[in-house]
């Protein structure tokens, strides 16, 4: 089952394959999707302030194995700072990094359309 992810346009590698149209800031159509991504086009979607982009992910990872893995790395997390001791500061800085990784979980759940 095919996913799709966002990505940053500048960190996007060659051959991945756009799967949601790309329109410019007055709402004019830049790409159709599907289309693979290839140095020329990358470099006109950067011209034209274009900076994320939303690609096909073949990874095979399916939404339960991110959920898996969401779970064991919140505990990765309470677990790297069981030596702390106890404070709110404390309690901030999970809440911070637990918040942070749910927004990176949620972003990569996205399902291809």
């Known amino acids: 089952m095919s996913r799709m992810i966002k990505m940053d346009l500048d960190s996007a590698p060659e051959g991945v394959i756009v799967v949601q149209d790309i329109?410019?800031?007055?709402?004019?159509?830049?790409?159709?999707?599907?289309?693979?991504?290839d140095p020329d086009l990358k470099r006109v979607l950067l011209l034209r302030g274009v900076r994320e982009i939303f690609?096909?992910?073949?990874?095979?990872?399916?939404?339960?194995?991110?959920?898996?893995?969401?779970?064991?790395?919140?505990?990765?997390v309470r677990r790297r700072f069981s030596k702390w001791p106890d404070s709110p500061e404390k309690d901030h800085v999970i809440r911070i990094f637990l918040q942070a990784l749910e927004e990176f979980t949620r972003e990569q759940n996205l399902k291809a359309p």
């Open 55 to 76: 690609v096909q992910d073949d990874s095979g990872k399916n939404r339960e194995d991110l959920d898996l893995m969401f779970e064991k790395e919140k505990e990765s």
């Open 23 to 37: 329109k410019d800031s007055l709402g004019r159509l830049l790409v159709k999707a599907p289309r693979t991504l």
